[in-house]
């Protein structure tokens, strides 16, 4: 065996795969030790839990704003091409942009 070549274990592993979960876990274990901490873990998880419930509250406002945006510009859409579409231009009170519509149109895909 060459001394350039990773060790292999009897079930195939390589000690570069052996490192990675022996690092994972002194991570993941001092990552409990920090949040468990006798003295001061509590107050930690309660500042955590109240940045995670600020994230996720912050995310669902983006996304609702986002998808309100999206079905406005489509019913918007909808209402030009109807239009158009009807022959009743009589309704409209300004012309219709098409590069516009068609910009429109390719940020909704």
């Not at 019913?75 to 519509?101: D, K, T």
Request: include cysteine.
């Amino acid at each position: 065996m060459n001394t350039s070549e990773n060790f292999r274990f009897a079930n195939g592993a390589s000690t570069a795969c052996w490192m990675g979960a022996l690092l994972s876990g002194l991570g993941l274990g001092a990552a409990l030790m920090y949040l468990f901490d006798p003295d001061r873990g509590r107050g930690r998880r309660a500042r955590l839990s109240d940045q995670m419930t600020s994230k996720a509250n912050t995310l669902g406002d983006v996304v609702g704003s986002k998808a309100r945006d999206l079905r406005n510009r489509a019913q918007g859409l909808l209402h030009e091409a109807s239009s158009i579409f009807s022959g009743n231009e009589a309704n409209r009170s300004e012309p219709v942009n098409e590069g516009a519509v068609q910009r429109l149109g390719d940020e909704l895909v």
